[in-house]
């Protein structure tokens, strides 16, 4: 039995079992709306009751964690006891987490979200080269950061601000050019920040990685202003040109090391390949894996990839 974590609108995951289907695996999907209790929890083993369904620990053959979580006390909620609840599910679930890493999976719930920064020191751990960057909270550290690079961008530690207006319409805050003129305008303290050289790229790469194989499609963003910073604000009018792409070998084995060293065995990570020294430059990595964009337009079927490591 293959057991899948994700949401409920998690169409990626969807497709997947698409092709479990189509294989005849049987398997189980536990999204954030699914009823999941706990009938017992020995030394031996577990056994849940998934939405009607018994499931024994013994029984599960292999896991893919996508997304979400287990959420063992909702049945049991009272105003007076809400904090007690919430301290036992969360002990009660880490032990969890534990019970499945030691299942056959693909990706796993303590590698759900990786810290950029620690993925900034294992790039200069594996020799994968990244932009120079700095977190800061002072403006005169800042105007010495770009008096150095020259050109540099902020982005997000983690995931990108957003916010809903009066009209209900999303804005979100994406990778953005920072010029000398907003530097000057800042206080001369501010809430620390990311910062990091601007690669000036000849193109940039989407990168998908499955249990050793690299699957890369570029991106030739540069051309449009609208993108040529972050590709993710897109131009629906004038798409970016695309096609699939190679990486060399002697990157694979640094990626690859580099991935293993966090215990990733699927995850998806951006790259640009400058224009000016012509190198490759790590940029980003999704410990999740987002695949569909690469997938389709590369005709590399993804979704049968995965549900044939499943």
Not at 7 to 34: G, P, Q
Not at 179 to 196: A, C, G, K, R
Request: hydrophobic content about 35%; overall charge positive.
């Amino acid at each position: 039995m293959i057991l899948i974590f994700s949401i409920d609108d998690d169409y990626s995951t969807s497709r997947v079992i698409n092709w479990l289907i189509y294989l005849k695996k049987e398997f189980i999907r536990i999204n954030e709306s699914t009823s999941v209790k706990l009938i017992s929890l020995k030394d031996q083993g577990f056994s849940l009751n998934i939405d009607g369904k018994i499931l024994k620990s013994n029984e599960i053959s292999k896991i893919w964690y996508r997304r979400g979580d287990l959420y063992l006390m909702n049945n049991f909620k009272s105003k007076h006891i809400d904090n007690y609840l919430s301290i036992e599910n969360t002990c009660l679930v880490e032990y969890m987490h534990y019970a499945f890493d030691k299942i056959n999976s693909v990706n796993n719930f303590k590698t759900s979200d990786i810290n950029k920064l620690y993925i900034l020191d294992l790039c200069k751990r594996f020799n994968v080269l990244a932009p120079n960057y700095v977190v800061t909270s002072f403006k005169n550290v800042l105007i010495d950061f770009y008096n150095k690079e020259k050109n540099i961008i902020s982005k997000p530690l983690n995931a990108p601000f957003s916010v809903y207006d009066s009209e209900n319409s999303l804005h979100m805050a994406y990778t953005c050019e920072i010029v000398l003129d907003d530097i000057q305008s800042l206080p001369d303290e501010f809430v620390p920040t990311f910062f990091q050289k601007n690669i000036i790229k000849a193109y940039e790469l989407r990168c998908f990685y499955l249990n050793g194989s690299f699957y890369a499609m570029a991106i030739f963003s540069q051309n449009n202003n609208k993108t040529k910073v972050d590709f993710r604000n897109y131009d629906n009018s004038k798409p970016n040109r695309i096609t699939p792409y190679e990486l060399p070998k002697s990157y694979k084995r640094k990626i690859k090391k580099l991935l293993d060293a966090i215990g990733l065995n699927c995850a998806s990570f951006d790259i640009v390949y400058s224009k000016e020294d012509h190198q490759y430059y790590f940029l980003d990595l999704n410990p999740i894996g987002q695949f569909g964009m690469v997938s389709t337009p590369c005709n590399y079927n993804l979704e049968k990839q995965i549900a044939l490591n499943l």
